[in-house]
């Protein structure tokens, strides 16, 4: 009995993505209506999208893995492969996303700003600075991106 709890504990833990939101715990985003100086617009390749707040405290360079609730029905752990000091207080954080459909992270973060980009098999995710504190979470449609 203890080896299955332990089993599903870790499970849970090094899932890649995930249905259910608790799974997601100590993500990173936590959603907010607050304004923000820069508007959010939904070009046609964005299918949805969702103000927050990042917990940069769960960010760090010394960060071995980041739970990324980028939706309430999708959820990313990713696992760390490099940080790198850019200077200038700047840090990019990079990591991959096992499982089924192996994905990367590409985070940057300078004080409370944060910018980056999720890749999962075909799923392209976005988080971009809105202003005052708030970013916004994207899920693109790479087939209504435009073409070169």
């Avoid at 617009?41 to 739970?67: H, K, L, M, N």
């Amino acid at each position: 009995m203890v080896a299955v709890a332990v089993t599903l504990a870790f499970s849970l833990f090094s899932a890649s993505a995930c249905a259910v939101p608790r799974a997601c715990a100590g993500g990173i985003f936590t959603e907010t209506a607050r304004a923000a100086s820069v508007g959010s617009t939904a070009p046609p390749q964005i299918r949805r999208q969702r103000r927050v707040e990042v917990d940069f405290a769960r960010v760090g360079p010394s960060a071995e893995r980041i739970a990324l609730n980028l939706f309430p029905d999708l959820c990313v752990i990713a696992q760390r492969e490099r940080a790198t000091d850019l200077g200038r207080g700047q840090v990019q954080w990079e990591g991959r996303v096992p499982g089924p459909s192996p994905g990367t992270v590409t985070l940057v973060t300078e004080g409370a700003i944060m910018v980056g980009s999720i890749r999962i098999g075909a799923d392209v995710y976005e988080i971009r600075y809105l202003g005052e504190g708030v970013h916004v979470v994207t899920d693109v449609d790479p087939s209504k991106l435009p073409r070169d």
